[in-house]
């Protein structure tokens, strides 16, 4: 038995999504594809001071993660927020931070 099987899959599914949101670049990553109001072609790293390969990286992430979708367009890839998952990544954390709000009107 794994250590991480002690959880259950409600935190197992959070810890991943805050995991897939720990690094800036996925964050600049996401504001900046959410900040094109379309799905876009072409390198990202163009807009964002990182390198291809490192965009790269954190896109393999994000669409892991089911944040983003990706689609080949000819020799491009195409990119774009999935609408669905974003909506359901901040319910998921509303309903956390709804969970541990101190019960006790006192700050320890």
Do not use: W
């Not at 959410?34 to 964002?48: E, N, V, Y």
């Amino acid at each position: 038995m794994k250590k991480l099987d002690l959880f259950n899959d409600q935190q197992q599914a959070l810890a991943n999504l805050a995991k897939a949101l720990s690094h800036p670049a996925r964050i600049a990553i996401l504001q900046y594809l959410a900040s094109c109001k379309t799905c876009i072609s072409g390198d990202i790293s163009d807009h964002l001071p990182l390198s291809r390969t490192t965009v790269s990286q954190h896109l393999k992430e994000l669409k892991a993660i089911g944040l983003i979708k990706g689609e080949v367009e000819g020799l491009k890839m195409r990119y774009c927020l999935d609408k669905l998952a974003i909506k359901s990544l901040g319910a998921t954390f509303e309903s956390f931070f709804d969970d541990i709000q101190p019960q006790n009107k006192e700050n320890c």
